[in-house]
């Protein structure tokens, strides 16, 4: 059978579009996870993250695909970055101020406070109607402190890390993971019809997948070490699973934000934001499905 006249040139349009969507995502990621992990392991003892590390922002350059540079707390001279084209460029930069972090600027990332994401108040300026939708997520990058906390508390071996622990649990177990189920259903379908190409977000699907196993791995751990009655002895396994989380979850959320939110904002209307941010409650509280 003969396809319809112009079918060949759609599809292929909807493949061009699947393909800088995922593109623009692994480099929110790519950028996100870059700086998750430095925060991440900074040693408390000495300083604290956001004293660290803080942030220069320049204007929006949505044309570039590479990582402009990367300066760790106190460190100068040459930096290399590699392009998406594998090409390797090395810039000789002036001396910077110690603790300055400068990348490239996609939508504004969250504020950082004592390292962890502090959402700014929602709108934003630049949101037309996802607004909803983005105070929903809220709770999702608060969390996050849980998570972190918990490695630190873990690590020191602090009074209170059994009860970090179960508070990070609960954020993963019963927040973060059902949440995840139900954009499955909901916000990525609603992202494949904007895009017009079915599967177009199954690469943060197959995160929400790694994420859980994660999670499934830490809940083991300390399983093991709430019936040895000693968190002490775990500690080894359960730090780098906590700081593993803390960067893998922030880097798919703010993935999420700066690129799907962004082009469900650019295309949808107040009422479908509204409907999605219904069913995203109610499937994530393991409801019956989205109507």
């Known amino acids: 059978m003969v396809p319809p006249r112009g079918a060949s040139r759609i599809v292929g349009a909807a493949a061009r579009a699947r393909r800088a969507l995922t593109a623009n995502v692994d480099d929110v990621s790519r950028n996100t996870w870059i700086e998750a992990a430095v925060i991440s392991?900074?040693?408390?003892?000495?300083?604290?993250?956001?004293?660290?590390?803080?942030?220069?922002?320049?204007?929006?350059?949505?044309?570039?695909?590479?990582?402009?540079?990367?300066?760790?707390?106190?460190?100068?001279?040459?930096?290399?970055?590699?392009?998406?084209?594998?090409?390797?460029?090395?810039?000789?930069?002036?001396?910077?101020?110690?603790?300055?972090?400068?990348?490239?600027?996609?939508?504004?990332?969250?504020?950082?406070?004592?390292?962890?994401?502090?959402?700014?108040?929602?709108?934003?300026?630049?949101?037309?109607?996802?607004?909803?939708?983005?105070?929903?997520?809220?709770?999702?990058?608060?969390?996050?402190?849980?998570?972190?906390?918990?490695?630190?508390?873990?690590?020191?071996?602090?009074?209170?890390?059994?009860?970090?622990?179960?508070?990070?649990?609960?954020?993963?177990?019963?927040?973060?993971?059902?949440?995840?189920?139900?954009?499955?259903?909901?916000?990525?379908?609603?992202?494949?019809?904007v895009v017009g190409s079915r599967g177009a977000t199954d690469v943060m699907a197959v995160q929400h997948g790694a994420i859980g196993e994660m999670v499934e791995d830490l809940m083991k751990v300390v399983g093991a070490a709430s019936e040895s009655g000693s968190i002490a002895t775990y500690a080894r396994l359960m730090v780098p699973l906590l700081h593993g989380l803390y960067a893998a979850i922030r880097t798919h959320l703010e993935a999420e934000d700066a690129v799907y939110l962004a082009l469900l904002d650019e295309h949808l209307s107040e009422s479908q934001v509204r409907v999605i941010v219904e069913n995203l409650e109610r499937v994530s509280a393991g409801s019956a499905a989205p109507r």
Not at 42 to 65: F, V
């Open 41 to 193: 392991t900074q040693s408390p003892a000495t300083e604290t993250p956001s004293a660290a590390i803080t942030r220069q922002r320049g204007p929006l350059r949505t044309n570039s695909r590479t990582l402009k540079w990367l300066r760790l707390p106190g460190e100068t001279g040459s930096v290399a970055t590699r392009s998406r084209s594998g090409k390797l460029f090395s810039a000789v930069l002036g001396p910077m101020r110690p603790g300055v972090y400068t990348r490239r600027s996609f939508p504004p990332s969250p504020a950082m406070r004592d390292g962890s994401p502090e959402r700014r108040d929602y709108p934003l300026v630049s949101d037309r109607v996802i607004g909803p939708l983005r105070n929903a997520r809220q709770p999702l990058f608060d969390g996050l402190r849980r998570v972190q906390h918990a490695a630190i508390s873990v690590q020191a071996d602090a009074p209170d890390c059994a009860e970090a622990l179960a508070l990070a649990l609960e954020y993963l177990a019963h927040e973060f993971m059902p949440n995840s189920r139900a954009e499955e259903f909901t916000l990525y379908p609603a992202v494949d019809g």
